[in-house]
T-cell receptor
């Protein structure tokens, strides 16, 4: 595997389910990100981790819970989601966490549908 | 309130001609700007960037122009090729920031 991988690629869940999205980067990077892209909206940053510590949390509801066990893996744990949470969830990684010097590399995304 | 705006949802260009994609921003604290390209079922990939200390950056067929006074940037692709057909996102960030602020994207179709 190369680059940034995400599993699953598609997920359908009910509002009472608990599921997790997984992201893995094979680039030796130290920073990882979760983004959300809803229909007809721009990509929105949700969380940033640098050296496994959360450094940014953009007022994301607590029903989204990130976890970064090491610099190569990032999870997004989902519980009691709402239909409006249906979106494309993208993971990205970069060498450092400064946007002006560290290019972000994106995974293909997980298409989430909440019924 | 959108801080980065791409007002054209789509653009069609003939192969070999120039493609010009536009982006406007409102936050005067932004000092670094990027363009990403996205194919269907793939994540966005970095294309080109520009710092606010410059007004032009060129990389092969791709050139980004920055007009700070107008808070406007544009991406020029010359000559356009069918493989350039994709969604192009403009993004911006402030000094030392972790955060990229994206536009909604412009879908470019290059017609053979």
């Amino acid at each position: 595997e190369t680059g940034v991988t995400q599993t699953p690629r598609h997920l359908v869940m009910g509002m009472t389910n608990k599921k997790s999205l997984k992201c893995e980067q094979h680039l030796g990077h130290n920073a990882m990100y979760w983004y959300k892209q809803s229909a007809k909206k721009p990509l929105e940053l949700m969380f940033v981790y640098s050296l496994e510590e959360r450094v940014e949390n953009n007022s994301v509801p607590s029903r989204f819970s990130p976890e970064c066990p090491n610099s190569s893996h990032l999870f997004l744990h989902l519980h009691t989601l709402q239909p409006e949470d249906s979106a494309l969830y993208l993971c990205a990684s970069s060498q450092g966490a400064r946007t002006s010097t560290d290019t972000q590399y994106f995974g293909p995304g997980t298409r989430l549908t909440v019924l | 309130d959108q801080q980065v705006k791409q007002n054209s949802p789509s653009l069609s260009v003939q192969e070999g001609r120039i493609s010009i994609l536009n982006c406007d921003y409102t936050n005067s604290m932004f000092d670094y700007f990027l363009w990403y390209k996205k194919y269907p079922a793939e994540g966005p990939t970095f294309l080109i960037s520009i710092s606010s200390i410059k007004d032009k950056n060129e990389d092969g067929r791709f050139t980004v122009f920055l007009n700070k006074s107008a808070k406007h940037l544009s991406l020029h692709i010359v000559p356009s090729q069918p493989g350039d057909s994709a969604v192009y996102f403009c993004a911006a960030s402030g000094a030392g920031s972790y955060q990229l602020t994206f536009g909604k994207g412009t879908k470019l179709s290059v017609i053979p």
